[in-house]
């Protein structure tokens, strides 16, 4: 146990190094999975399933739900793009089945993601199957269903404004977006934007210890 934690505040320290060089924060432990599974429920939900509508869908709901839970749905990382808030990992996941990727060349990583859905018109996601309800919590479904009822029928220049928010707004072109500044537009204290990232910087943790 003594070890445990010696390991655990040697990686805090180096990874407090990391964010305050580098990014400045910390992020979720990504889980390929589930993510796929919040994909295929949002975009089976929507009529236009265009990237932009599926990815602003999920930023709204994954923001909502970590100020109310402490966690986001989707696990991703946004990065502050022109026209809003962009998932890193599901947006490679695209481009992968789009074929323009820097993993494109990955045949195994094609021959997965296109299991679950196709592009088509460089913009549009075909889903192949439903999600996976065992991914997805109560919690997890509930501000998804919310996200889809508030924005899947808003016109993409109002989607796109609505996303140019406080995070989006303090956050440089193509960098990654901090958690904290969603948690603070959403009005969570100082005292709980702190635990939680903390929690995550525990959760990195113990996901590079598997």
């Known amino acids: 146990m003594c070890e445990f934690f010696r ?7 180096l990874n407090k190094h990391t964010f305050n060089k580098m990014t400045a924060i910390n992020t979720p432990v990504f889980d390929r999975e589930k993510a796929i599974n919040v994909v295929l429920y ?14 602003k869908v999920i930023y709204f709901a ?9 966690r986001t749905i989707s696990g991703d990382s ?19 089945v789009r074929g323009d990727s820097l993993y494109s060349s990955d045949k195994k990583a094609f021959s997965f993601y296109s299991k679950f ?11 192949k199957k439903d999600a996976d309800m065992k991914y997805l919590s109560p919690s997890d479904i509930e501000f998804l269903d919310k996200s ?14 609505k996303s140019h928010d406080f995070a989006w707004r303090n956050t440089a072109k193509d960098a990654l977006i901090d958690f904290s500044d969603m948690m ?4 969570n204290d100082e005292g709980f934007i702190s635990f939680i990232n903390e929690k995550m910087l525990v959760e990195n943790f113990y996901a590079s210890r598997h």
């Open 7 to 13: 390991e655990m505040r040697i990686f805090a320290a």
């Open 42 to 55: 949002v975009a089976n939900k929507l009529e236009r399933r265009d990237f932009h509508k599926i990815f």
């Open 62 to 70: 994954d923001k909502a739900h970590l100020s109310e839970w402490g």
């Open 78 to 96: 946004y990065v502050a793009m022109n026209d809003g808030p962009v998932p890193t990992r599901i947006y490679d996941m695209f481009k992968i």
């Open 117 to 127: 859905f196709d592009v088509n018109g460089n913009y549009f996601l075909v889903p």
């Open 148 to 161: 889809l009822n508030e924005n899947k029928d808003l016109p993409f220049a109002v989607v796109r404004e």
């Open 184 to 187: 603070r537009e959403d009005g």
